[in-house]
């Protein structure tokens, strides 16, 4: 059973940046396409980004030229650079895989203000 654990969330003015970490257990994490989801208050969890375990990425329109997602395989860990936020990146960030298991961590959450 695959086990996620993010973090690297925070509250920032707008324009600032955060990196997100997510830790990964299990041993599919090298083989797996992973993900970055937000979920806003009364809003549907989405995926913003996604990396292949050949690195082939691809991002939401909302998010690109802003954030950059990458992996370490060595370390069983995914990450989201996320720079110049806006107010309407604030939401609770999860990583999994992409489809994704139907566990999620606790996520970790962003805050931009203006």
């Known amino acids: 059973q695959v086990q996620l654990v993010e973090s690297g969330g925070g509250l920032v003015q707008a324009g600032e940046s955060l990196r997100l970490s997510c830790a990964a257990s299990?041993?599919?994490?090298?083989?797996?396409?992973m993900g970055w989801y937000r979920q806003a208050p009364g809003k549907q969890r989405e995926l913003v980004a996604g990396i292949s375990s050949r690195g082939r990425i691809s991002y939401a329109d909302a998010v690109k030229g802003r954030f950059t997602i990458s992996r370490d395989n060595a370390k069983n860990t995914v990450y989201l650079q996320m720079n110049s936020l806006k107010p309407e990146d604030t939401a609770v960030y999860y990583c999994?895989?992409?489809?994704?298991?139907?566990?999620w961590g606790q996520g970790t959450q962003v805050t931009a203000s203006s």
């Open positions: 999994n895989t992409y489809p994704n298991l139907p566990s």
């Open positions: 299990g041993s599919i994490f090298s083989i797996s396409t």
